[in-house]
């Protein structure tokens, strides 16, 4: 194995750690590292149940090979929490009923994040094609984009 | 399967090195959204690798000399938000907004959609209607400027060498009386079939109401983008009215009917080009449509 040392950020801890040169980010995230929030869905860059926020980009981590994100920052749907307290997007979703079998729910979460640390008052056009490369066969879209814009509505825009 | 080894340079000249360890397995790793899934489902079986998201250099927006230089790691995001693109290449800036989602825009690279040579890349029509050149380096140091059409030989092939890169896209300004506009249909999943794009650039003369200097890229049709010259011949010089909207669309039809005759998907190409052809000239001209701007 030709394993190469790499170091970055992931919810905000340092890590440093041996990859495979072909590791995708998805399976640093879920076999390494234990963050199995992020999913698995197609493997193949149309379902985003693998969206994961790479410098402030919403990116498909199946598609990034672990040894792209050296010196980077990741933020996974285990970064949202804090101390305990969901984000604002996470309770959002939950008062909307936007969450049904919950497999696209962390991916939908992290693209809807993205475009809030972006654009903290998106129109529901945005919206739409912020969460355009998310899949969801349960929930519909209508409850996810009105829980989204519910959470930029409120005072700080959903954002810390 | 052996696996890949991995060499990450963070700028030109360890790019140059890098190159120079290059064999004929080994690929150039930018965005990833193609090469990664290749390689994940075993349709390619890499060496070596060299990743180029550590050089900075690569992904530069610049304007110089009437020319704007785009660093081949520019994402389709970039494109969307960079002011000069949206200001003097309107058209590429649309070509990149209808690509695949915001994470494969966010990710995907323009040096990555000439390296994937696909038939279907986006922004290749674009680049073919703006002659628009690509900056090859190799790992002795020497930079060549080769045309779009010279890289791409083919589906999913191009000219380079195992050893070069391409590090930028370099596109001449036309001046402020052109227009252009990128149209497609079906997205990456449709069937190939049902796939089309095509970019369309022209000089206006408001006063004649006429155009010229007509350029016509179209994609998805046989195995590489391709200007369509003897379209753009036929509508040189015309004016610009309903009449020559119908012009274009019957022959851009006849043209696809030219690139692949005999092929099953003839017969839906030349019948959904007349409708892209409408929707391209009415972005161009929305005044003749009442305003109205179609995406297609
Ligand atoms: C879900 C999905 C949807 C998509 N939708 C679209 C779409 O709508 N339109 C479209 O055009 N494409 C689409 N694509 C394809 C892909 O996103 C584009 O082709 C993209 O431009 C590839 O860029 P990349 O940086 O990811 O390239 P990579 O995957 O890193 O590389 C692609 C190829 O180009 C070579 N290469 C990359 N950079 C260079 C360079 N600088 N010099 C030499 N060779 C290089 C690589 O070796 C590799 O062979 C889609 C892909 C997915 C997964
Ligand atoms: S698992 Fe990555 S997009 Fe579907
Ligand atoms: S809630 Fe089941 S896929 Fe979206």
Known sequence: MRAMLIEFKVNGKNYGREVRPTMRLLDLLRDELGLTGTKEGCAEGECGAC????DGEAVNSCLVLAPQIRGREIITVEGLEQGGELDLLQQKFLEHSAVECGFCTPGMLMSAKALLMKNPHPSEEEIRLAIAGNLCRCAGYSKIVAAIKDASHSADGGCR | MREAAMLTPNNLSELREALGQATPPSKILAGGTDLVLA???????PDLLIDLSGVEELKII?????????????????????QLIKGSLPCLREAASLIGSNQIRSAGTIGGNIGNASPAGDTIPVLLAFDAVVRVLDSSGQAVEQSIDQVISGAGRTSLRRDQVITEIIIPLLGEHYRSTFVKIGSRTAVTIAKLNMALAVKYDETAKSISDVRVGLGAIGTKAFRERQVEEILNGRRVDQCLADTLAEELSAAVQRAIPGRYSLPYKREAVKGLAQSAFANLFPKLYGGVSFTT
Request: with cysteine; charged share 20%; proline share 0%.
């Open chain 1, 51 to 54: 969206t994961v926020i790479m």
């Open chain 2, 62 to 82: 610049k304007l110089t000399e009437g020319r704007i230089h785009i660093g081949a790691m520019a994402t389709f995001t970039q494109l969307m938000d960079n």
């Open chain 2, 39 to 45: 390689i994940h489902q075993g349709r390619c079986k």
